[in-house]
């Protein structure tokens, strides 16, 4: 099993940074594909990212790639979220979850974080 605390959310001006980190516990971190959604007030969960177990491979939204970057440290049992030239839209909560397959569908993803908030003032 799996528990998830993510950190580092806040408010920032459009066009700033954030990052995000999200710190696990438990054993088998390494063998657990990690990533971040979001959730908008009225809107569903969305995929943002996500990145392989070893780390090797990374995969974005549309809506987010080129802008934010998704890493992990299997040692620290950390993965994290660089959020860059923030928007107005980025605005929601953010969550971290793990999954056993590289996938994008909430429903693949077994454990979830309680979220940070992120909020972009334009």
């Known amino acids: 099993q799996v528990q998830l605390v993510e950190s580092g959310g806040g408010l920032v001006q459009a066009g700033g940074s954030l990052r995000l980190s999200c710190a696990a516990s438990g054993r088998t971190f390494s063998s657990y594909v990690m990533g971040w959604f979001r959730q908008a007030p009225g809107k569903e969960r969305e995929f943002v990212a996500r990145v392989s177990n070893n780390g090797a491979r990374a995969y974005y939204a549309v809506s987010v790639k080129g802008r934010f970057s998704i890493s992990r440290d299997n040692a620290k049992k950390t993965v994290n979220l660089q959020m860059n030239s923030l928007k107005s839209e980025d605005t929601a909560v953010y969550y971290c979850?793990?999954?056993?397959?590289?996938?994008?569908?909430?429903?693949?993803?077994?454990?979830w974080g309680q979220g940070t908030q992120v909020t972009v003032s334009s």
């Open positions: 979850a793990a999954g056993r397959y590289e996938m994008t569908s909430t429903s693949e993803f077994d454990y």
